[in-house]
């Protein structure tokens, strides 16, 4: 698997040649910075480590500080690892190299994007699991309309199984939307427009995977 | 919103700039590309603008009303699609509303809108 990271921009839309409005996401995409690459020897598995977006110098912690400075780059702010990054045969990545998005995605390519969904804070079952709600107003109901009803039977088992689908906090979770367009690439300005919508709040990190 | 994609929007400003600009009340004449099968031809819509929505952006629409043999129709158009070959203004009308909805109540005398000079 492939990938990069980037920071999400925001929405629009664009028409395609049959006149179809396609709402899209545009999302900065690298430059990423190798950061370490991992090897079935010392590791056990092969990956590649990207690194995105600088981060101060006194916010990092020397650890960090040292680990950068091997791949002779400056601190990055989000860094994620990708197993098995495809690659060429003939020219394979080295560590420090930079990963625009033009080398790992090209146009009308399908990806993945991960990212964290904005939070919704704590909500009933209906917005958090989909319940249906009650369904009905009328007929004796009162005040119960979203409610998630039995939570269990009685005395067999004499408590409410563990997992149990209830009301707490929402959103906040790792989210990945699969299959979505590649529309445009801009690599000079390191841009990528993809169908439809991608999880999180403007400015925050993705990962586009291929 | 972002300048990124005000950069990116740049292009359907262009796109908009080709066309006449118009507003609710106006008569135009839009000329729509329709694809059967193989074969594209031209239609023409003639009416008058009831109203323009989600102006500004990608998503801009505008509702044009027509009288068709008796037969009130209505017709929105993505004002950016690819498929809206031409426009043409025909008649300015003088109206004191953004969204003309009350003409969908009226025909014939009461229906008229005063030109614009």
Known sequence: ?210 | MSKLIEELEQESKAIKAKHPSFGPGDTINVHYKIKEGNKERVQQFQGTVLQIKNVSTNGETFTVRKISSGIAVERIFPILSPNVDKIELLRRGKVRRAKLYYLRGRKGKSARIKEKL
């Not at chain 1, 003939?90 to 939070?119: H, M, R, W």
């Not at chain 1, 959103?171 to 999880?199: F, H, Q, T, Y």
Request: net charge positive; aromatic share 6%.
């Open chain 1, 1 to 210: 698997m492939s990938g990069i990271i980037g920071k999400k921009i925001g929405m629009t839309s664009i028409y395609d040649d049959n006149g179809q409005s396609i709402p899209c996401t545009l999302i900065e995409a690298g430059p990423c910075v190798v950061t370490q690459l991992k090897d079935v020897e010392t590791d056990g598995y092969t990956s590649v480590q990207l690194g995105y977006g600088e981060r101060k110098d006194k916010n990092t912690p020397k650890a960090l500080k040292g680990h950068f400075a091997k791949a002779k780059t400056t601190p990055k702010k989000k860094v994620v690892e990708f197993r098995d990054f495809r690659q060429d045969v003939d020219n394979p990545i080295s560590l420090g190299q930079e990963v625009t998005v033009g080398d790992v995605f090209a146009a009308d390519d399908f990806l993945d994007v991960v990212g964290t969904s904005k939070g919704k804070g704590f909500q009933g079952v209906v917005k958090r699991h989909n319940f249906g709600g009650v369904g009905q107003a009328t007929h004796g109901q009162h005040n119960r309309l979203r409610a998630p009803g039995s939570i269990g039977a009685c005395s067999f088992p004499s408590r409410v199984f563990k997992g149990l689908k209830m009301a707490g906090r929402t959103g906040g979770d790792r989210v990945k939307v699969i299959n979505l367009k590649v529309l445009r690439l801009m690599p000079e300005k390191n841009l990528i427009l993809v169908s439809g919508s991608v999880p999180g709040a403007k400015n925050s990190y993705l990962i586009l995977e291929k």
